[in-house]
């Protein structure tokens, strides 16, 4: 009967990272929490793509490239968004409506100006609207 060959150490890393708990993100006292999986080469690989490249993969149908082009923007977004939504919880949800509409419409990025400022003008549309939907009494 053979016997099997000790785990080197990048295995025993592998393991390890495989066994690690979902950690949560937060960065702010007020800031929403987001619940992400640990570290991984694709995590890495995904760092490193600019922000064009994760709106293409976007459009594509790339969760994960969603993934990276949020936790790259989220505190910035988040602070934008609350500094027109005063509520914390009106303001996750408008923190949530620009994850989808970037998600929706990424194929329609023309690239005629920064990514930032596409990420930006989502935030202050979704959180305008969101606004005038609450104040109009008119459903989601």
């Known amino acids: 009967m053979a016997r099997e060959a000790p785990a080197t150490s990048h295995t025993r890393r592998e393991e390890k990272a495989k066994r690690t708990t979902i950690c949560s993100l937060r960065t702010q006292r007020d800031e929403p929490s987001v ?76 690239g005629e100006a920064r990514v930032t400022t596409w990420l930006f003008g989502i935030a202050r549309n979704r959180t305008s609207t969101g606004r005038s939907r609450r104040s109009s009494g008119k459903p989601r």
């Open 35 to 110: 619940e992400i999986a640990p570290r991984t080469l694709h995590h890495v690989v995904e760092a490193a793509r600019t922000d064009l490249e994760l709106v293409v993969a976007i459009a594509a149908g790339d969760r994960d490239a969603l993934e990276a082009l949020y936790a790259r923007h989220r505190r910035k977004l988040w602070s934008f968004i609350r500094r027109y939504v005063a509520d914390e919880h009106l303001a996750e949800e408008a923190l949530a409506d620009t994850l989808v509409a970037i998600w929706r419409h990424a194929g329609s990025f023309r």
